[in-house]
């Protein structure tokens, strides 16, 4: 039902910041929450950060402090800016939803983009 574009990811050194968009299409019904998953190779895909309808965040512990999520609900478009970039941070990154209340609470996000690739080396 909902198509996801994730773009803005690159190659950047430690330190370094990027902005990621997620541009959500499609009939978007029963959207509780949007958030961002990364997969690391070798690793399962982890939630780093999510924000309710209502605006409430989450972050995993990791990014707390670093990673900021926003939505803009008039272009259908959810943002994460990462700052301070470390190395570890090198994943695929996708966008995701929870369609519903008890979704969000399971941390189950469904996703169906592609991913933006974020490569933090020196």
């Known amino acids: 039902q909902v198509q996801f574009v994730e773009s803005g990811g690159g190659l950047v050194q430690p330190g370094g910041s990027l902005r990621l968009s997620c541009a959500a299409s499609?009939?978007?019904?029963?959207?509780?929450?949007m958030g961002w998953y990364r997969q690391a190779p070798g690793k399962q895909r982890e939630l780093v950060a999510s924000i309710t309808s209502g605006g409430s965040t989450n972050y995993k512990d990791s990014v707390k402090d670093r990673f900021t999520i926003s939505r803009d609900n008039a272009k259908n478009t959810v943002y994460l800016q990462m700052n301070s970039l470390r190395p570890e941070d090198t994943a695929v990154y996708y966008c995701?939803?929870?369609?519903?209340?008890?979704?969000?609470?399971?941390?189950?996000?469904?996703?169906w983009g592609q991913g933006t690739q974020v490569t933090v080396s020196s």
């Open positions: 499609g009939r978007i019904f029963s959207i509780y929450a």
């Open positions: 995701g939803v929870a369609r519903s209340w008890v979704d969000y609470q399971r941390g189950d996000f469904g996703s």
